[in-house]
């Protein structure tokens, strides 16, 4: 693999990103003797592994995704591990609720493994750390510079007068989110005084984790035949991609249909989805941010996955830093990557 070197601290294995001197694998894709999670979404954790290390934050959202018999040790921001000549430590990606990134520190060298991270505030999570490293491994979900986030607050805005506009048209105003983490993030960030808000059973669960991990969060209903008609033609529904255009949302009817990612940056993909309004907010780090948070780390190596990882690879070597890219079996959610490849490359989306 270009860019790799033999005796790197981490490099990609068949089990994912390994260092083979603390004898751990951070966010394998299959079991391990030792997984290191950055956060539970369901790529990034999975189950089969003897031991897993998250945040405590993390806790509640592992045993719920990867059940409760799971073997987990779990530390706070900043604590150390030692695995042999290896100190591990987790620090706040600002992703979601618990979400890490991982730094791995053998004989005075540093390399820090990103996980999803995003620079925007978000009142569901810490906020995001910069951690001073020499080599960093950063996602790049976003990679591309045509995503660049507007102020997400305005976004918020934009979505109450959407969902004021519903109601007065006698609509159901439903929002396409993610079941962790952006919906908690919606949900904490919203209007609640507009009208009643309600969430796709997928999504009530994780709600009350966050609820009992203290994050401060609206009353919401589960959708249900009764709660229907409470939320029908005035409330505010949140439902994870897959539920839109199913049976599910006919009980709504009639509805608004809209999404809240940072994939709504391209007007093409709301028009193939068929949505009546796309909202620009995202649990990822933009093309700035991607670039500040290079910068600000110091790493003299920057390695480079998940996501548009070959544009922005030959980006960075063009403005004479050290990257190198890792291919990855990570899809992302909701199959984004899939849908990234799709929006075409570095010159076509800078023209």
């Known amino acids: ?3 790799v070197k033999r005796d790197d601290l981490v490099v990609r294995d068949g089990s994912g990103l390994t260092c083979a001197a603390g004898g751990l694998t951070i966010d394998p894709w299959r079991g391990v003797e030792t997984a290191v999670i950055t956060h539970g979404h369901s790529d990034h954790a999975r189950r089969g592994s003897g031991l897993y290390i998250a945040t405590e934050a993390s806790a509640p959202i592992l045993r719920h995704r990867l059940g409760r018999e ?22 706040p990606a600002g992703h979601l609720l618990g979400s890490a990134q991982v730094r791995v520190e053998h004989r005075d ?13 978000d009142p569901t999570c810490a906020p995001f750390e910069v951690v001073t490293c020499d080599v ?17 607050r305005l976004e918020f805005d934009e979505v109450n007068a959407w969902w004021r506009a519903c109601r007065e048209m006698g609509r159901t105003a439903v929002l396409s989110v993610y079941s962790l983490g952006k ?36 009353e919401w209903v589960k959708v249900s035949p009764d709660s229907a008609k409470q939320l029908k033609g005035c409330g505010l529904v949140l439902a994870p991609p897959s539920a839109l255009g199913t049976a599910w949302v006919k009980r709504l009817a009639p509805v608004s249909a809209a999404a809240a990612s940072g994939w709504m940056r391209v ?13 620009v907010i995202s649990d990822h780090a933009d093309w700035p941010g991607l670039l500040r948070t290079f910068e600000e780390t110091g790493a003299r190596r920057i390695g480079l996955t998940h996501g548009s990882t070959g544009s922005l690879e030959r980006y960075l070597r063009g403005i004479g830093k050290e990257a190198f890219s890792i291919d ?13 490849k799709g929006e075409g490359g570095l010159n076509e989306v800078v023209s």
């Open 70 to 91: 799971i073997r987990l040790r779990t530390v706070d921001y900043g604590e150390p591990i030692d695995f042999g000549p290896v100190r591990v430590s987790l620090h």
């Open 183 to 218: 919906a908690q993030r919606v949900l904490a960030s919203v209007d609640a005084c507009i009208g009643p808000i309600g969430v796709h059973g997928a999504v009530d669960p994780l709600c009350r984790v966050y609820r009992e991990a203290g994050v401060k969060l609206p």
């Open 136 to 152: 960093l491994i950063s996602e790049c979900t976003f990679g591309l510079p045509i995503y660049r986030w507007p102020d997400a």
């Open 1 to 3: 693999m270009p860019g």
């Open 267 to 279: 007007r093409g993909r709301r028009r193939r989805e068929g949505l009546d309004r796309g909202f």
């Open 328 to 340: 990855t079996r990570y899809v992302g959610e909701g199959g984004d990557e899939i849908e990234a």
């Open 109 to 121: 060298e540093v390399w820090v493994v990103t996980g999803d991270y995003k620079r925007d505030p």
